[in-house]
């Protein structure tokens, strides 16, 4: 099933990536939140252009979102690739103090350097980096251990980049939801909507919900009767498109744009299980992360 067509830029996007290119310059290490259901639809591809030689950490976020297996398999994936990544849930706080002894451990020779000087030990200062609505605000709250930024189920929150200093070990950065200003790459688009990582004006949701439809069952054999048990949908309908029409049909007086987002609002909401969108077994992870 081909992708439907996705495209968003909100203004306020340009303007805060040449803020951040700005402040990386005074930036010890970047932590880089990724969606833990798409780790690579998810991964900024000119971040790595922009970081250089810069100490950067990924935040593998909503761990709560994925089955145990898929994450094993994505912290796998990554570490046999060199690249250090930390599961973490946003909301609850697990995995978020090993985050912050890694974050921490990356800036020491910052410090080891003014020592050397002899200037004092300062904080380290990190930002926070990703995709919109992945759970940056969430997890800087998480970090500082107060909730300082404003964190809400939709993307686009965050809007200026914001310095948070709370006088201890660990100075926060943080910055809006960058994305490219074009998504050549439809099918990690697709995922990026399906998730609500990006804006809702960027997709229809009928086609949206179809294509979740279709590519959960491909992932997930057990989707199948996950969904049927949801939506008592009989055995064997063919395609997602078919079952956003069924369900709207028989729930909505045929409206498939309701019916659309109750099917994405029950994956969102992780009412059909915790389903991994990627898994490193899937074709597009032989490409790698874009760089
Ligand atoms: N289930 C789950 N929800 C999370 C997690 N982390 C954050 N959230 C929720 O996801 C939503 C988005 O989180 P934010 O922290 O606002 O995300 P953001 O990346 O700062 O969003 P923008 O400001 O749009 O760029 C909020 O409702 C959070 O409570 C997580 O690990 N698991």
């Known amino acids: 099933m081909s992708s439907p067509a996705i495209q968003w830029y909100p203004g306020h996007i340009a303007k805060a990536i040449s803020q951040l290119r700005e402040q990386l310059q005074r930036v010890d290490v970047v932590i880089e939140v990724l969606d833990a259901r798409i780790p690579l639809a998810s991964r900024h591809p000119e ?11 990924l ?19 990554f570490t046999g690739q060199g690249i250090p990544v930390y599961p973490t849930n946003g909301q ?14 990356l800036g020491q020779s910052v410090n080891a350097r003014r020592q050397q000087r002899g200037m004092r030990p300062r904080a380290i200062r990190a930002v926070v980096v990703g995709f919109p609505n992945v759970g940056k605000s969430a997890l800087l709250n998480r970090l500082l251990g107060r909730r300082v930024a404003e964190s809400a189920a939709r993307p686009g929150v965050t809007r200026q980049l914001r310095w948070v200093r709370l006088g201890g070990d660990l100075d926060l950065l943080d910055s809006p939801g960058i994305i490219p200003p074009l998504l050549p790459d439809q099918e990690a688009a697709t995922k990026l909507a399906i998730c609500d990582d990006i804006g809702e004006a960027a997709y229809t949701p009928e086609l ?8 959960v069952r491909m992932v997930h054999p057990q989707a199948e009767a996950i969904l049927q048990k949801r939506y008592g949908w009989s055995a064997g ?12 049909e028989r729930h909505y007086q045929g409206d498939l744009e309701r ?17 991994a969108l990627e898994l490193p077994s899937t074709p597009q992870a032989t490409a790698g992360p874009q760089e």
């Open 47 to 57: 971040l790595g252009q922009w970081l250089g030689e810069k100490p950067r950490v």
């Open 59 to 77: 935040a593998l976020n909503r761990v709560d979102c994925v089955d145990p297996s898929a994450l094993k398999a994505w912290q796998d994936w």
């Open 92 to 105: 609850s706080g697990e995995g978020v103090n090993r985050l912050k002894q890694a974050i921490l451990q």
């Open 208 to 215: 949206v919900a179809a294509h979740f439809l279709d590519h």
């Open 237 to 248: 309908i063919p395609t997602g498109e078919v079952a956003v029409h069924e369900l709207a």
């Open 259 to 275: 019916a659309a987002r109750q099917i994405l609002n029950d994956y969102r909401k992780g009412l059909l299980g915790p389903l």
